[in-house]
């Protein structure tokens, strides 16, 4: 599968930005479990929400939970990230991830390890 994040940009702290991941292959999109991750400058890649195939569940890291909101379209083959109330210490490259599920559709990768397709990555700067 390729992933291509869109949607990255600059905004002010306390603004909102919605990413989109859309997701191209031959193999169905409803087949992977996604996840969103980011990589601030000089710090490693960490997790930031992941949705199962059925988008029936969801997990967000402690720092983002209650402010973004992780979805999916199967129609559109397209994951979101839905990030609001965002804070300078959000600035970081997002990437989109994806692995595909054969078995359970619930099931949700919180682990970078776990992912074997990445997007190319797209800048947020939240600016104080």
């Known amino acids: 599968v390729q992933l291509v994040e869109s949607g990255g940009g600059l905004v002010q702290a306390g603004g909102s930005l919605a990413l989109s991941c859309a997701a191209s292959?031959?193999?169905?999109?409803?087949?992977?479990?996604m996840g969103w991750f980011r990589q601030a400058p000089g710090k490693e890649r960490e997790f930031v929400a992941a949705i199962s195939r059925s988008g029936g569940g969801t997990y967000y890291a402690d720092p983002v939970k209650g402010r973004f909101t992780i979805s999916r379209d199967t129609a559109k083959n397209t994951v979101y990230l839905q990030m609001n109330s965002l804070k300078p210490e959000d600035t970081a490259v997002y990437y989109c991830a994806a692995d595909l599920i054969t078995t359970s559709i619930s099931y949700i990768k919180r682990q970078e390890a776990e992912y074997e397709y990445w997007g190319q990555g797209t800048q947020v700067t939240v600016s104080s």
């Open positions: 292959g031959p193999t169905p999109f409803s087949s992977y479990a």
